[in-house]
């Protein structure tokens, strides 16, 4: 039996990659099961989804995997707020979605298990659209693995999209094509990463029987890694008009002691509201 875990986010389509993946080995004959971990996640927010799959007996295991023999990673900012190889086995295989290198990464995130990198935002933008990662994913997945055959994801594509899967079943294979393997290179010790503006609260702020932080001391609180694209501002057509300061819903859009405007990176989530409802054409979102 091989087990898997998705890292992703809210709304990058991890639940829809596990299903689909276990339709196309359910369709190869063999056993399969896919399950979200549900907590209270919304759109950008880390979640957990699972396989198993088996190719000659029922699968009697209802519980999260704990030591996945793949992980697959659908948003790179996720390295660095999670530890996305915990029990990970040994002789497993880490799939990422990332502009890097292979080469690169394993500078950052090398292990004892087989990497495979793939840019996989890039390719959804360009065959679907919009950065939604999760069929592009499993493209990367079956040339990484070879858990299922790449054919046998089309049908459950095609299902599931409608008139939306053509273009989705050629970002899969677009990253089935592009996906760079390669062998374990050693480990490298994890760097900590060091997140702007965080701190922790000092002895005189902490009150008897309950603990008080500031808001954005803590990782979890830093939205800002939700994001895959962000917004850049065009003074040339910036009219100073405010417009996406009304609109941002997280209030993370400030203006400048020019007059113009810009959003806090620590915090905003990229959803590109405000490139929206800019009437000048001002904002442009670009890929983080």
């Excluded at 603990?211 to 057509?237: C, F, I, M, N």
Aim: proline fraction near 7%.
């Amino acid at each position: 039996m091989i087990e898997i875990r998705w890292h992703g986010r809210g709304g990058q389509g991890a639940v829809t990659s596990a299903e689909l993946l276990a339709l196309a080995a359910i369709s190869e004959g063999k056993f399969a099961q896919a399950f979200p971990s549900f907590g209270p996640e919304r759109r950008g927010a880390p979640v957990l989804v699972f396989n198993r799959v088996s190719p000659n007996s029922p699968i009697r295991a209802r519980v999260s995997v704990a030591h996945p023999d793949i992980v697959i990673v659908l948003d790179p900012g996720l390295l660095y707020i999670t530890d996305v190889t915990s029990g990970l086995k040994e002789d497993g295989i880490l799939v990422l979605n990332t502009p890097k290198s292979l080469v690169e990464i394993r500078s950052e995130l090398s292990g004892p298990w087989r990497l495979a990198v793939v840019n996989a935002t890039s390719i959804a933008r360009e065959m679907i659209g919009v950065p939604i990662v999760n069929t592009t994913m499993l493209g990367a997945l079956a040339r990484a693995t070879r858990i299922v055959e790449l054919d046998s994801l089309t049908e459950p594509i095609l299902e599931r999209f409608g008139a939306r899967a053509r273009g989705n079943v050629d970002a899969c294979r677009k990253a089935y094509e592009e996906t760079e393997t390669g062998e374990p290179a050693g480990i490298v010790p994890k760097r900590p990463k060091i997140f702007e503006g965080e701190e922790l609260p000092t002895w005189q702020e902490l009150l008897p029987g309950c603990v008080l932080t500031k808001p954005g001391s803590a990782r979890q609180y830093r939205t800002g890694d939700w994001r895959s694209e962000r917004p850049v501002w065009d003074h040339q057509r910036c009219i100073k008009c405010g417009i996406c300061y009304l609109f941002c819903p997280e209030g993370c859009v400030k203006q400048t002691k020019e007059g113009y405007f810009e959003a806090d990176l620590y915090y905003c989530k990229g959803c590109g509201i405000c490139a929206r409802e800019c009437w000048t054409e001002a904002i442009k979102m670009v890929e983080e």
